[in-house]
């Protein structure tokens, strides 16, 4: 993977930019997903870290899987992509550290959960966020799916996940899991940063005990399944290749 698909700035001190940079728009690998969990498992083991703002340079935040890809995936591709979806998103979800995602535009499929697994949760007002895996054929890992039973409420799960369709950040602060919204670029990282800062004064020990209190149970879910149960099997079923395909072709 090259480098610059992850980039890592001092923003000041102890507040730390993780930048998510797979041009064009931070799809989803196996490869991407366990550096990312790499660096971001790194970050919460550094004492001089206090806090993480995690950002996009792209239009496009997160598109979750290139589909064009993944209709192609065979059974190891598939295996493959499901662990690294567990272990990616696990790591961002056990992260000792205040993580402020600084949305700029669309999250959608697994490139929500880089939002849903974060602390705090800046969106930009023209961002897309959703969850369109029944659109491509597919359900959901157990790391995703655990960590969406966590920060989502039911009725929003049934209406995210059972229709595949993205909501604004309007009603996505509504439903409990976008905090701020901004209308400009400007305003997005301002906020973001001032979240960081507000979280980077916390006692560090007590606030990661604290998250740990919070998220243990799903943490342990996780980590039972990633041990046990990820399947010998593949992701996909019989109409997940004809689903990406649809979506490519509406796209």
């Not at 919460?44 to 206090?50: H, L, P, S």
């Not at 950002?55 to 992509?81: H, I, M, R, T, W």
């Not at 940063?193 to 149970?217: F, G, N, T, V, W």
Request: net charge negative.
């Amino acid at each position: 993977m090259a480098e610059s698909e992850l980039n890592i700035r001092q923003v000041e001190d102890g507040i730390i930019e993780l930048q998510l940079g797979r041009a064009p728009a931070n799809a989803l690998t196996s490869e991407f997903l366990l550096s990312f969990a790499e660096m971001i498992t790194s970050l919460g083991q550094d004492e001089t870290v206090k806090a993480i703002i995690l950002s996009s340079p792209f239009k496009v935040f997160s598109a979750g899987l290139d589909l064009k890809e993944a209709q192609n995936f065979d059974l190891a591709q598939q295996q493959a992509v499901v662990h690294g979806l567990n272990v990616g998103f696990l790591a961002l979800y056990a992260c000792p550290k205040p993580v402020v995602a600084c949305v700029g535009g669309a999250a959608i499929a697994g490139g929500l959960f880089f939002v849903l697994a974060s602390d705090r949760r800046v969106a930009l007002s023209k961002s897309n966020l959703g969850l369109a895996e029944v659109q491509a054929g597919v359900d959901f890992p157990i790391g995703p799916l655990e960590i969406i039973k966590a920060t989502l409420d039911p009725d929003t799960q049934r209406r995210l996940m059972l229709t595949g369709q993205p909501i604004g950040p309007i009603a996505a602060r509504n439903a409990g899991f976008i905090d701020i919204i901004a209308e400009d670029h400007e305003d997005l990282w301002a906020y973001s940063l001032s979240e960081a800062r507000k979280l980077a004064e916390l006692p560090s020990q007590a606030y990661a005990a604290i998250k740990a209190q919070l998220r243990s149970d799903t943490i342990r879910k996780i980590e039972t399944a990633i041990a046990e149960n990820e399947p010998e099997t593949g992701w996909f079923n019989s109409q997940s290749k004809e689903a990406m395909q649809n979506i490519i072709q509406q796209g």
